[in-house]
């Protein structure tokens, strides 16, 4: 509980500009992109160093007050939602890039970097950071560890902990501590990887030591028009069953082409029932090889209109089209809901199937718009917030999705986390064991749970009700 003792000694840390409690300042971090939650704060501490980092967070500890580290705010899961009794500590600030090395190809940085400005720095060298979620023009590094980010290049370059070398980490209590390293031959328990994922469970990152990777020689991007969702679905099954590793392999709907091309003029076929974009990377010799296997694959495949890139212009506008469509989809209804769950790529097919069936069922539209190398879906659930009953419909039906991945050997999240929304569903993807090991190691890194307190565990510290809005639910 925020108290007058603890203020007093927060405003010896932080000077009044950066320390913002006056309701007009709270209001842009009432929630993340997930806004059908928000909870006003006590105070927000704008952090510029690593000491005040953990002075604040050993203060906290002191005091007894929950935190909540937070980023951009781009959590579409409620992961960054704060907490009425308790602080944020911003971390945009902590913004360097402290170590580039071209020669042991990574990097150190601080929580606060964007996901593309790794890139940016390392283009120079021919080197860049894998891991490309759609929001990587404003996320942060630190909001990929904690919730383990992907992106469209995850299935052949995996996710961010295979990328993530290091982690400087100041715990809930207070203790500063050095997980991992520079090198890829780490020895003993595999702690920095542990770290991810953990949604702010365990602390905040200070530093973080990524690994950086040749740019590609070459790129070969296909786009296949199909007339069904579940036939584009298949189609992924068949190109995996192939033998081929694709960089990427995406799949759009006909609600999220018509939002994309909208938006972005990426030149898709409006016709078509779904998108399935497949991108070869790597040596020329290789991808030249590739590419002849792959459009055997898709020929037979039933696709009724196959594209090929032929330069980077035209490569660039198919990967706009598909990172623009969250936000696209945007100018086909006030509000939506964005789901995020996993099934095999062999059950591809029939989840989409399904799906479809779930829509007509709730009288919603669905839009897909999803990581198909991984089966990694991400279904848009339009509703009209101003009609009685649209929102919990729209959320009774992103349920029902989460329901289906589970039962077809899947899983409730993919890279947007469990965060505040679907907490209830952990129980439903594991047993009472698997629960009560999650809830022991939580209290033994965080006895107090402060360190986002509410998050990802079910009948954890009781959390503020968050205050129930409609509004749009976005991917910056």
């Known amino acids: ?115 593309l400005d790794v890139t940016k ?109 579940e036939a584009a679905g298949d189609a992924v099954a068949q190109v995996v069953a192939s033998g081929l590793l694709p960089g990427a392999m995406e799949i759009m709907d006909h609600l999220a082409i018509q939002a994309a091309e909208a938006a972005v003029h990426a030149g898709y076929p409006q016709d078509a029932a779904a998108l399935l974009i497949v991108e070869l990377e790597g040596e020329q010799i290789q991808v030249d090889a590739e590419f002849q296997q792959l459009m055997q694959v898709i020929q037979a495949s039933g696709a009724t209109e196959i594209r090929v890139a032929h330069d980077e212009a035209e490569r660039a506008r198919i990967w706009k089209g598909r990172k623009g469509a969250f936000s696209a989809v945007g100018r086909l209804s006030p509000d939506y809901i964005v789901q995020d769950g996993v099934v095999p790529r062999s059950r591809l097919g029939q989840a989409l199937a399904q799906i479809e069936k779930l829509s007509q069922a709730y009288g919603l539209r669905v839009a897909n718009v999803f990581h198909a190398g991984d089966g990694n879906l991400h279904p848009l659930i339009l509703f009209n917030g101003r009609e009685p009953g649209a929102l919990e419909r729209a959320e009774a039906l992103a349920g029902e999705i989460l329901r289906m991945c589970i039962e077809l050997g899947g899983s409730i999240t993919g890279e947007h986390g469990v965060g505040m929304e679907k907490r209830q569903y952990m129980p439903e993807m594991f047993n009472e064991t698997d629960m009560a090991v999650m809830h022991q190691v939580r209290r033994r890194v965080d006895p107090k749970e402060l360190a986002n307190r509410g998050k990802m565990l079910p009948g954890m510290a009781p959390h503020p009700q968050p205050i129930q809005t409609q509004e749009v639910m976005v991917q910056p």
């Open 121 to 229: 720095a390392a283009a120079p060298y021919g080197l860049y950071y894998a891991p490309d979620p759609s929001s990587q023009l404003i996320c942060t590094i630190g909001g990929n560890v904690a919730f383990n980010s992907g992106g469209a290049h995850c299935l052949k370059y995996g996710m961010t902990s295979n990328h993530v070398l290091g982690i400087k980490a100041v715990l809930p209590d207070g203790e500063v501590v050095e997980m991992g390293g520079p090198s890829l031959e780490n020895v003993g328990p595999d702690l920095h990887g542990f770290f991810v994922g953990s949604e702010g469970l365990f602390g905040i990152a200070l530093e973080i030591t990524l690994r950086l990777l040749p740019k590609p020689e070459s790129y070969r991007t296909v786009l296949a028009a199909y007339a069904s969702l």
């Open 1 to 115: 509980m925020v108290t007058a003792p603890f203020f007093a000694a927060l405003a010896r840390l932080i000077p009044p500009q950066r320390l913002l409690q006056r309701p007009e300042q709270l209001a842009p971090y009432e929630s993340d992109a997930l806004t059908a939650f928000r909870a006003r704060p006590a105070a927000v501490v704008l952090v510029e160093s690593q000491q005040e980092v953990i002075d604040v967070v050993r203060l906290c500890h002191e005091h007894g007050v929950p935190f909540v580290a937070r980023g951009s705010g781009t959590s579409l899961s409620g992961g960054s939602l704060p907490l009425a009794d308790g602080i944020v500590i911003a971390l945009n600030r902590l913004n360097r890039i402290l170590q580039l090395d071209p020669r042991q190809r990574i990097a150190v940085v601080e929580p606060g970097v964007i996901n």
